[in-house]
C-alpha cells in the first residue's frame, strides 16, 4: 500500500478537509500520513471558526512522517495552509523530490475565506501540479469569474500561463464549477495541453476538490504520469460524486 502526506486542516463536519482526504486515500488503497493546519468549525453551511496551529507544531509533524523508520509518503497533498507563517514552514520542512499537489483552497465550500494568495506563494516554485477551480484560477490572476459565463477556453489558457509563470511545474484548471453538459478540466505544463472530461452530474457534494486532489497525489505516489494521474482522478472523482456517503 502506498503511503501520502496529507497537509489540510480538521473539518467538524467530516465533509471536506483531512476527513474527506483520508476516505478518498483508502478507497484508493493508499495510507495517509495527516499533518493538521488548522482545526476549524464548519457545518455544511457555514465556517464558523478556524484555529491555526503553530507553524513549528506543523514542522514537527511533516519530521515525524518523514522519519527513516517510517513508512515514507511517496506523494505530497496540500489543502489548507491556514497562515502565510504556516506556507513559509512549509516550504523549509518539506521534502525535495516527492511530488506536491496542491489544491488552493481560497475559501470553503460552505462560503468561509481560508487562504489567500500571498498564504501561497512560498510553495509555488515547489508544486508539480497546482488544481484551482475556474474561479480560483481567475482570482489567482487578479481577474472576475462569472459561474453564468459559458466556457472560455482563450482566458483558461491565458490563466494557466499567468500561473506557470509564477514557477508552477503545471496547473490543472478544473471545470466542475462551469456550465455545459460536460465538465472539463485543463491541463498546463510546459508548452504542452490536453482536456480531461466527464459528463457534468447534477449533483452538489462539499469535498470536490479535497478528493481529487488526494486522488491525484494516491496515483502519482503509484507511480503514474501527471497525465495518466489525471485522468486516473477524474475517473474516481465522477464515481465518488454518484455515490451516497
Known sequence: MSRILVVAGTDSSG????????????????SVSPVVTSVTVQTNQALIASH?????????QIKAAFDPAAQIPKAIKIGMIGTPEAAKSLARSLPAGVPIV?????????GGALMSLETLAPLLPM????????????RLCGTCFN??????????????????DR??????????????ARSTDHLFAT??????????????KR?????????????????KSLEEACGTAKSQLTQWLGTVD
Do not use: W
Open 15 to 30: 465533509g471536506a478537509g483531512l476527513s474527506r482526504d483520508i476516505a478518498m486515500a483508502q478507497s484508493l488503497n493508499c
Open 52 to 60: 491555526a496551529v503553530p507553524p513549528k507544531i506543523i514542522a514537527a
Open 102 to 110: 496542491l489544491d488552493p483552497v481560497l475559501k470553503s465550500s460552505s
Open 127 to 138: 508544486v508539480t501540479l497546482l488544481t484551482p477551480n475556474l474561479e480560483e484560477s481567475a
Open 147 to 164: 459561474p453564468e459565463d459559458p466556457p472560455d477556453f482563450a482566458a483558461i489558457e491565458l490563466q494557466a500561463q499567468r500561473v506557470l
Open 167 to 180: 514557477g508552477v511545474a503545471a496547473v490543472l484548471i478544473k471545470g466542475g464549477h462551469g456550465r455545459g
Open 191 to 204: 508548452k504542452t495541453h490536453r482536456a480531461f472530461s466527464a459528463p457534468r452530474l447534477a449533483i452538489n
Open 207 to 223: 469535498g470536490t476538490g479535497c478528493s481529487l486532489a488526494t486522488a491525484l497525489a494516491c496515483a502519482l505516489a503509484q507511480g
